[in-house]
């Protein structure tokens, strides 16, 4: 599909081309409506492009629960996280968020000195599900900072 757009635009930009290289060749109306519609093409193109490579990725990932253990403020703490939690808390890491993590033994704060070792999503996989739309993290809070 994204081909078809991006086929799509490079005609529309070889017609715009032309029309420009002739003046008088086409009304005024015609080359503003063809000049409008290249970035609306272009934004389709690149936006169907990514949903394609994340759905690549995706294929490939295999999403499972995983245990990590998270160093913050100098306290350590084991924690079992969904795939879903374990995605949100890569992001949050890459992010350098401050955010807090609902656990069972209580919220838990990220933020720019957070370690986590242990198996997390790839941030490909994760930039997937972000594409994709499919991320979601219940569990964690931006905490606001001044």
């Known amino acids: 599909m994204s081909a078809a757009y991006l086929l799509l635009t490079l005609m529309v930009t070889g017609l715009l081309l032309l029309l420009l ?3 008088g060749a086409a009304r005024a109306m015609t080359v503003w409506s ?10 389709l193109s690149a ?3 990514a949903q394609g490579r994340a759905a690549r990725v995706l ?6 629960d995983t245990q990590v253990t ?9 924690l079992m996280l969904s795939a879903q939690d374990a995605a949100c808390v ?25 370690r986590v070792t242990g198996p ?27």
């Open 21 to 23: 290289s002739r003046p």
């Open 34 to 43: 063809l000049a409008a519609l290249l970035p609306l093409l272009c934004a």
């Open 47 to 49: 936006a169907l492009s």
């Open 59 to 64: 294929a490939t990932a295999a999403p499972q």
């Open 70 to 78: 998270v160093t913050t403020g100098g306290a350590a703490r084991t």
């Open 90 to 114: 890569e992001r949050a890491v890459y992010l350098n968020a401050h955010v807090t993590l609902d656990t069972a033994a209580g919220p838990l704060p990220l933020g720019p000195g957070t």
């Open 120 to 146: 997390l999503p790839s941030r490909a996989a994760v930039e997937a599900q972000v594409i994709r739309g499919t991320l979601r993290c219940p569990h964690l809070h931006a905490v606001r900072t001044h």
